[in-house]
């Protein structure tokens, strides 16, 4: 007779909830950090004659040799470092999570960090240790540096930005953690557009350091494309886990094509930090409203003054606005929302919703 699920599943598995991506159709989508904008219509009629012509009866280059040198140039990759790529970054966040699956290892990062830090952690079998950052969402290095001698962790996770706070970590502390690890540190750079910040040049100086960028948030999400950069001896082993092919033909064609015209995808990442500015502006001129400074494409606000997050996400939608409710997900975000910078005319479409929203969520 046949076992059920909760027979021969992991206890771990059965007690995860699967990672949740709300129904959007019909919504101003504000949720996912995403570029509003799309491609111009020049470029787009470039991609749709490569697509016509792609050979897709064939399997993509294993090696994605051609993509990997114009990422190399349009990254800055430095001299000696290799590039894996991904289907995003969160395959390449479970392929070190298995390579550094040993018993008994550590997977560290900060709370609250990305919440597939800790998910693939579980997935993988590995331990994971989370050290709460202040409560201004900076980070409290003494504390990680007493974690990292107390739990000697295999790999540690640090976003910088950080998601979902949007705040850079000051880079001296990283350095400092970096030093201290007794493993792997990966810095994840998925915001590095917005950021005017990097660990990119500390490749060379770390040899315990390995670095993920993603197009996903410059305006490629649709792709799935992310990667990492580090030394040969690091990537090479990683490389055993990748499974073939993991960079589709169209993501390879397309990336490498929009890869040819940097100055279109660094020119929407600069309108959305100026739109960033004025949003910022506006949700601090409301009352209720707390608002924490952000490197990120998207901003972090708490409601005050007896206002819930929870019915503010709500009356939002009612208004076709969707955006992230981070209440209850850690205990700093208490009474949090996210919300991503959209283009003007969205961005206007939100905070008009929220200034309604205010006068009704109180009744």
């Not at 997935?123 to 007493?146: E, I, K, N, Q």
């Not at 706070?165 to 915001?191: C, H, K, M, Q």
């Amino acid at each position: 007779m046949s076992r059920s699920p909760d027979q021969v599943i992991r206890p771990e598995i059965l007690a995860l909830s699967a990672y949740h991506v709300p129904p959007a159709s019909g919504m101003v989508k504000l949720d996912a950090m995403e570029n509003p904008y799309t491609l111009p219509p020049e470029l787009r009629e470039e991609i749709a004659q490569l697509a016509a012509s792609a050979p897709i009866n064939r399997y993509p280059d294993a090696g994605a040799a051609s993509l990997k040198a114009a990422l190399r140039e349009a990254l800055a990759i430095p001299d000696g470092m290799d590039i894996m790529l991904g289907n995003g970054s969160d395959e390449i966040i479970q392929i070190i999570a298995l390579a550094f699956a040993r018993p008994g290892a550590i997977l560290m990062s900060v709370e609250p960090a990305f919440v597939m830090f800790r998910m693939i952690a579980t997935f993988t079998g590995m331990g994971y240790a989370g050290v709460p950052l202040r409560a201004d969402f900076s980070l409290d290095v003494d504390a990680m540096l007493t974690a990292i001698a107390r739990q000697q962790p295999a790999v540690i996770f640090i976003a910088y930005p950080n998601n979902p706070t949007g705040n850079l970590f000051d880079a001296d502390a990283v350095s400092r953690i970096i030093e201290a690890a007794p493993g792997v540190v990966v810095v994840d750079e998925a915001y590095h557009a917005f950021a005017d910040a990097s660990f990119m040049d500390k490749l060379v100086q770390y040899p315990n350091l390995l670095l993920m960028r993603t197009l996903s948030k410059l305006g490629l999400a649709g792709l799935r494309l992310g990667l990492l950069a580090g030394r040969p001896e690091w990537l090479s082993q990683l490389e055993k886990l990748r499974l073939p092919y993991n960079a589709g033909i169209f993501t390879q064609l397309i990336a490498e094509k929009v890869l040819q015209y940097p100055g279109i995808l660094l020119q929407q990442a600069e309108a959305i930090k100026t739109e960033r500015t004025v949003m910022s502006k506006r949700l601090v001129a409301l009352d209720g409203v707390e608002v924490f400074p952000t490197d990120a494409n998207f901003i972090l606000f708490r409601m005050t003054q007896g206002y819930k997050a929870g019915k503010v996400f709500q009356e939002l939608k009612k208004h076709g606005i969707l955006i992230k409710n981070l209440d209850g997900s850690h205990p700093l975000l208490k009474n949090c929302l996210r919300v991503t910078v959209g283009t003007p005319a969205e961005n206007v479409q939100f905070l008009e919703a929220l200034q309604a929203s205010l006068k009704t969520s109180l009744t």
